[in-house]
């Protein structure tokens, strides 16, 4: 079992930054890729960024490139994603997720959320114009 637990989220202006982090519980955090995802009001599940287990791979939705950061540190059993320059759009419920399959190569990473196993229960992120 994987338990999540996300936080950092909060009102914040358009143009600010925040960081969202994610704890997790277990053993071999280390040797799952994790995930960011969140859900608008009235809207399905997006992808946002995911890294590797390694930390060596990252992705991230094009809405975000260039603007939000994700990182991990094994060490702490926890994965991070720094935004700035943040856009009222970027209002949503932040989800982090892990992909706890076995036998994952070190580089791989996924953007589709049925690829994840575990989830927390969100933090809330809005901009305000």
């Known amino acids: 079992q994987v338990q999540l637990v996300e936080s950092g989220g909060g009102l914040v202006q358009a143009g600010g930054s925040l960081r969202l982090s994610c704890a997790a519980s277990?053993?071999?955090?280390?040797?799952?890729?994790m995930g960011w995802f969140r859900q608008a009001p009235e809207k399905e599940r997006e992808f946002v960024a995911a890294?590797?287990?390694?930390?060596?791979?990252?992705g991230y939705a094009d809405s975000v490139k260039g603007r939000f950061t994700i990182l991990r540190d094994n060490a702490k059993n926890t994965v991070y994603l720094q935004m700035n320059s943040l856009k009222p759009e970027d209002t949503a419920v932040y989800y982090c997720?892990?992909?706890?399959?076995?036998?994952?190569?070190?580089?791989?990473?996924?953007?589709?959320?049925?690829?994840?196993?575990?989830w927390g229960q969100g933090t809330q992120v809005t901009v305000s114009s």
């Open positions: 890294v590797s287990w390694s930390g060596g791979s990252t």
């Open positions: 277990g053993r071999t955090f280390s040797r799952y890729p």
């Open positions: 997720a892990a992909d706890a399959r076995p036998g994952l190569i070190s580089s791989f990473y996924s953007t589709l959320g049925t690829r994840y196993n575990y």
